[in-house]
């Protein structure tokens, strides 16, 4: 393609959001020879939502296919890896301890004539066990502090899968040296005008500069500036369903002798919940609260009583949450990215996640002929369907509860209304182990059967399963016991990778 056929697309905004679209798009279209010219354009004086990041396990293959080295990518982002979410406090106490159970990010697949799940469920094993401990490796591993690689696992692989504990400030700066080496333009501007002529936006301007691109990516975060200067009154928020819309955030060195967990931990606090990530470096804490039931005081006061004397000086960052997405993602010639376009509450690590869908599906969607209604409207669908499925994944956690400790808690039981057809599913949940089919046809991305199934066991949501059944039911647990001291033999501990990955850590 001639130099001059070449579209511009144009980024405003960095980030993760802005460097993952950017970095992903340039290897798709100009890999083999230029059909867009891509420039982002950062701001200086805006600063990165960055209070330290988990990540889903299939992030991997993001990197991976970026071409990124694994080991350099983890040593600038000061991450650690993930092999899951350890939830505690989410119902009432079980015999007089706090209930918790383990998201992790695999199931074993060992039954023959019945499934591992309905085997455990016949077998009354919630009476000896978690669901996690019964039918997965990655349960048994974080006990003993391992991690997921073994000695002679290669870039990007394991014993079992795994996300990562990472810094999203050093991971976009990561991100973009990569991206610039690869050809993607690189300006520092901070734009504040969208021009908008016929329904598309013709340019963007800063205090000094206009911008003029054929299409243009709003990274902005919350504010999508280039977005609603497009269409205002297009945005549907969650509220009714995932009330949590405020934060605060801790950062809190290791003490001496800590050894950082390879999985994240969300605690249920008395509206909403605390995370603990581990990063090499130091923990990244917060609270996920109702900003109408309780003040960022209040809030503040809660996260640094239970974290401990030890986080009483350290400095604490309030941030506003919209929960929610736009109903049109793509108008014009612009796609909201990122926060621009949605944000569901992190309780299941989907922030990246949600940044790679918008990339990958924008890349099949978006080409440098002229684009028609069709496309836009299928890419909205499918991003709207992307959300609403993570909303009703998020939603399942909540309204399991058994807790009536608070309003909150009481009022989260109800919240199963606010997603279609969910009171149904948790109906017939009680009836028959929760499988593919009945999910499919839906926008499942990366949480399917397999992972509401740890949520629905691990809250206690258990069917009554009438079958007749032998010995037999057994044997799937004995090889899971074989299976895990053989990982247990190959993998590491978390901290001795850690070690050998940054030795002066």
Known sequence: ??????????????????????????????????????????SPDIGIIGVGEATVHSIRFFFAAMGLDENALLRATHATLKTGIMFRNWMQPVAGQMHQYFHPFEQQQLGKDIDM?????????????????????SAHLIKQGHGPKARQSAPYQGVV???????????????????????????????????????????????????????FIDATGFKGLLIEALQQRNWQSFADALPCNKAVAIQRPHLAGYQPKPYTVATALSHGWAWQIDLSSRQGTGYVYDGNRLTADQAEQELRAWLGPEACALPARHLQMKVGCRQQFWLGNCIAIGLAGGFIEPLESTGLHLINLGARLLSTHLSPGATAQAVRDSYNQAMNGFYQDLKQFIVLHYCLTDRDDTAFWRQARATAVQCAGLPEKLALWRHKI??????????????????????LYGMQHYPQLQLATGEALQQPFVLLQQRVQQALQRTMSHSEYLQQLMPCR
Request: glycine content about 8%.
């Open 161 to 215: 899968p795994y996300g990562y504990h990472l810094d999203a400030v050093l991971l976009a700066r990561f991100l973009r040296e990569h991206a610039v080496a690869a050809g993607v333009v690189y300006l520092e501007d901070t734009i504040v005008d969208v021009s908008v002529t016929d329904g598309n936006i013709s340019s963007v301007s800063s205090a000094t500069s206009c911008y003029q691109a054929d299409i």
């Open 1 to 42: 393609m001639s130099v001059e056929n070449i579209k511009k697309l144009t980024i405003v905004g960095g980030g993760a959001a802005g460097w993952m679209t950017a970095i992903y798009l340039n290897k798709v279209f100009n890999s083999q020879q230029p059909n867009f010219q891509i420039t982002v354009i950062e």
């Open 117 to 137: 799940s309905s085997s455990w469920l016949l077998s009354a094993r919630y009476q000896q066990e978690r669901y996690d401990e019964g039918v997965s490796l």
């Open 434 to 455: 929760c499988e593919y089919h009945d999910l499919a046809g839906g926008y499942a991305t990366t949480f399917t059967d397999e992972n509401y199934r740890y949520i």
